[in-house]
């Protein structure tokens, strides 16, 4: 990193660095530079043989991460949507390529791209009183950083399609259920647990822990069309009048009136 980031606060002990998303009184929603930063982040530890784990959590009990920040998306329109959609893909894409163990640290909401963005990691810890949802067509949108294909790949078609139809947010202990999450602790728990699983993890030999990792995702070969799909169908709804109503209704703290414009 050539700079300390101003959204994310770094931790790194025993080998293990801890990445934790400071905008506490946003809900920990994913800005455009909380994103510029996770990328660069997460690029410079690719890199880094000194860091052998990562842990990325959110800050305080209350959001893992509330979502990408919806007054950001309020002003895209289709061109800068899927364009966004795709950024948000890339960096995601990058945290689940990083070439050593992530584990998602979720306290209170993981919500659309907070969601998303844990399903990117590679292991989920969670605590007890944590929700996951794709809300998204409540603000007459879908999930566009990847969610659509790794929500599917993580619970299955049928599940995937009531959380992203049906927009509310399931328990940590449904989300377990459902497989979307890999253990569920106390609330306040998730780092300690996560660091706990973790310097057992990078006992094992890091190559072997980096090629397990690329031979499991070579399980969804063709992943590209699917994120493309989804990209396009995000931007085709950017600037509908269906989104600027779900846009404008939650900045006015309001239900939203769809017209399926
Ligand atoms: N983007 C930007 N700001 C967000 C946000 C988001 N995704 N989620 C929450 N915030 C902000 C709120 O606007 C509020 O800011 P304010 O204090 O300046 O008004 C602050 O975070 C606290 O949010 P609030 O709704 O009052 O907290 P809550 O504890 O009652 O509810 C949530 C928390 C996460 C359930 C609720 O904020 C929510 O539903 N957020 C949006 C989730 C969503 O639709 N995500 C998908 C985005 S694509």
Redesign the pocket.
């Known amino acids: 990193m050539n700079h300390q980031p101003e959204t994310l606060l770094l931790h790194t002990e025993d080998r293990i660095t801890t990445v934790t998303i400071n905008r506490p ?3 920990n ?1 994913l800005n455009n530079q909380v994103l510029e930063e996770l990328q660069e982040v997460f690029i410079s530890f690719l890199e880094n043989d000194e860091i052998r784990g990562v842990i990325l959590t959110g800050s305080g009990t ?2 893992f991460a ?6 950001e ?1 309020a002003k895209l329109k289709e061109k800068s949507g899927r364009r966004a959609s795709e950024k948000g893909q890339s960096v995601l894409s990058i945290i689940e390529a990083t070439g050593k163990p992530v584990i998602a640290a979720v306290e209170g ?1 993981a ?3 907070g969601c998303e963005l844990a399903m990117a990691c590679h292991l989920r810890v969670v605590s007890e009183k944590a929700w996951f949802g794709q ?2 067509v ?2 007459g ?1 879908i999930p566009g950083y990847g969610g659509t294909q790794r929500l599917t790949r993580l619970v299955g078609k049928g599940r995937a399609l009531e959380m992203i139809l049906d927009g509310t947010p399931i328990d940590a202990r449904k989300a377990y259920e459902y497989g979307l999450v890999n253990r569920v602790v106390a609330e306040g728990q998730t780092v300690a647990v996560a660091q706990e699983w973790l310097r057992r993890i990078i006992t094992r030999g890091p190559k072997a822990l980096k090629k397990a990792i690329q031979a499991v995702h070579a399980a969804y070969p063709n992943r590209a069309q699917g994120f493309h799909d989804e990209s396009q169908l995000f931007g085709s709804l950017c600037g509908t009048d269906d989104f600027i109503e779900g846009t404008r209704a ?1 900045i006015e703290k309001r239900k939203p009136e769809f017209q399926n414009k």
């Open positions: 009184d946003k809900r929603a209350q959001a509330a979502g990408a920040d919806i007054p998306l909401y919500l659309g791209g809300p998204e409540g603000l949108l939650f």
